[in-house]
């Protein structure tokens, strides 16, 4: 709980407070359980990026020592996320986060190829991929989407059955943000690479969570976000082995190797290499706790009558994504957040087209059920008293929902 | 996304739930999707006018959803059946300081889920006379 000073009356984001007799301050509680969409910066991460702003401002660029300086943290910082994902420093390529790194992969590795040839990738994918795979139909390559089983996962069979001749690269998601599901992505590599096939894997959702070794998962290409390991918004960057060719994204200079030219981002690039280096040595006893925590959210909220989870297991270790009939999750959503409470959903009600989540709908959810999905994704800063609290909160407001809604009984 | 006036209703909802010995009830909107909408009526008999005493509305529905469906209620109530049926989407949208585009379906629900209502309650009426 912190104390806050509150500076408007009666604004939306103080309904569920409580304000004390003086009514100067209002006890404001927040809870994020919203951290598959972003973390919060580690201070032991902002420390390290403190001095790139100001002090050691330099381009990495420029031969001078200003310049030098700069340089010699950004080469570090690559030295290290390649050592933390088992890859050489020359595979590291910095981007402006997941996206970028997987329209680079994809695009990057398609146009070098013709046009008869094929990519193929997963109906549960992040838009950042099923958007460019989409683009790149446009432009005349061919592409074929992977359906997932009910539980959300990918078959090996499937895999090895789409993979043809004219298959240029296939894109498997590590783990999938909405649900959690972990794919299978050494067994995936290793299907592709028996057929001389590129293997790409949006691996945002774990890099700085899960343990990833390029080697040992057959991995080629290999995307991630800073943002989501409790690193800073706006930097990434693409694993891609040295013996692959790809075309660049942008044109400019010669930044990364004339891949993705833009001046480095320096204290962005640092920050992200202090942020994996301190998700790994943490990552075992972190996850650990989170899915003690998981485990109780999700079965004490599934005591609630007629909900359900979204997605089988394995699971990454802080997502709850679950379900209630008969209510909606925009709804569901602004009264958590009235009481503190932040988490996200799939439903319709809640997307720009109105359409209910691809993810959802590609596990065969009705959309009626897409509509009262519910997502909880847990992070450093939570606790069980968090917890606790999501506990005693969700159940009214499922019910409140419920007393208005025609659907019930039915 | 929304206006202070939709999100004001949505928190305190005053005509949303049903009524138990409703004179009429409107039940729109398509199931499987989720964008449902329910209409109870009450009518009364006022200078040999037919008012609607009372309207609740259940919903399955979304912040838009549940904010129009109390807002139906609001203009509504009190006024003459005639007056009630025309009421349109656009009145209640306006009610709420407007509704983003894609929302305003919800408030069409809102407005054929209260002319159903009517109508059921007319039908009933002609049966029974």
Known sequence: ?410 | MFSKKTMEVFRNPKHVGFIKDADGIGRVGNPSCGDIMWVYIKVKQKNGKEILEDVKVKTFGCVAAIATASTVGEIAIGKALDKAIAITEKDIAKKLGGLPKEKMHCSTLSKKGLKAAIEDYRNKKEKAD
């Open chain 1, 1 to 410: 709980m912190k104390l806050l000073k509150s500076t408007t009356k009666n604004t939306a984001v103080n309904a569920g407070d409580v304000t004390n007799n003086t009514g100067n301050y209002t006890m404001t509680k927040r809870v994020y359980l919203d951290h598959a969409a972003t973390t919060p910066l580690d201070k032991r991460v902002l420390k390290v990026m403190e001095p790139y702003f100001s002090e050691k401002f330099g381009n990495a660029a420029s031969t001078h020592f200003f310049g030098e300086e700069a340089e010699e943290a950004v080469e570090k910082a690559r030295e290290d996320i390649a050592k933390a994902i088992n890859a050489k420093p020359g595979e590291i390529y910095f981007t402006s986060g997941g996206t970028e790194s997987d329209n680079l992969a994809l695009a990057g590795i398609m146009r070098t190829g013709k046009k008869c040839e094929q990519l193929v990738t997963s109906n549960i994918e992040h838009h950042a991929i099923i958007r460019t795979a989409d683009s790149l139909k446009k432009e005349g390559f061919e592409t074929k989407f992977l359906s997932v089983n009910k539980k959300g996962f990918i078959q090996i069979e499937d895999v090895e059955k789409a993979l043809k001749k004219k298959t240029r690269l296939v894109s498997v998601m590590h783990a999938n943000n909405e649900i959690g599901t972990i794919q299978p992505i050494k067994e995936i590599g290793e299907a592709c690479h028996k057929k001389e096939t590129l293997f790409h894997s949006d691996a945002v959702q774990t890099v700085g969570k899960e343990k990833i070794d390029v080697e040992k998962m057959n991995i080629d290409m290999l995307s991630a976000s800073a943002h989501k390991f409790y690193g800073p918004k706006g930097v990434g960057f693409l694993f891609k082995r040295e013996e692959i060719k790809i075309e660049p994204l942008m044109f400019g200079g010669s930044h990364e190797k004339g891949l993705r030219p833009s001046t480095s981002n320096t204290p962005g690039i640092v920050g992200m290499a202090k942020a994996l280096k301190i998700g790994i040595i943490e990552m075992d006893e972190e996850n650990a706790r989170e899915k003690k925590m998981r485990d109780r959210l999700v079965k004490e909220s599934l005591e609630i009558k007629n909900s359900w989870i979204n997605g089988g297991f394995p699971k990454i270790a802080g997502c709850a994504p679950l379900g209630f009939d008969f209510v909606e999750g925009q709804s569901m959503l602004l009264m958590l957040s009235d009481k503190g409470i932040a988490a996200s959903t799939g439903s319709a009600c809640n997307s720009e087209g109105l359409l209910p989540s691809h993810v959802l709908t590609a596990l065969g959810l009705p959309r009626v059920k897409c509509h009262g999905s519910l997502r909880f994704t847990l992070g450093r800063e939570n606790t069980d008293t968090d917890i606790d609290y999501v506990l005693e909160v969700l159940p009214p407001i499922v019910k409140k929902l419920r007393e208005i809604s025609p659907l019930r009984g039915k």
